[in-house]
């Protein structure tokens, strides 16, 4: 079916770390199953990287609309 992704800006300091919420990427395809819609890291940001909060330093190259639900993902900007 048809996906609709808003996005907005996310503003992080160097050195900071900035949280992917619903209010930052939001995705939906009309259904109910907000775990099966991945987001997959094709090019890495070039001033850092998006990583798990509970493995800090390990980069990640996907996440799933429900990690970002939970504010489990974010950006540290090095």
């Known amino acids: 079916g048809d996906i609709a992704v808003f996005i907005k800006p996310l503003r ?5 770390r900035g949280y992917i919420s619903t209010d930052v990427l939001l995705a939906l395809d009309g259904t ?3 775990e099966e ?3 997959v890291i094709t090019s890495p940001p070039q001033y850092g990287q998006v990583e798990y909060v509970g493995y800090p330093g390990i980069p990640i190259t996907s996440f799933s609309q429900m990690d970002v ?5 974010c950006y540290v900007h090095n």
Not at 12 to 16: A, E, L, R, T
Not at 69 to 73: H, L, N, S, T
Request: glycine share 6%; hydrophobic share 40%; aromatic share 6%.
């Open 12 to 16: 992080v300091p160097k050195g900071d």
């Open 32 to 34: 109910d199953k907000p």
């Open 37 to 39: 819609l991945l987001y």
């Open 69 to 73: 639900a939970r504010q489990i993902v």
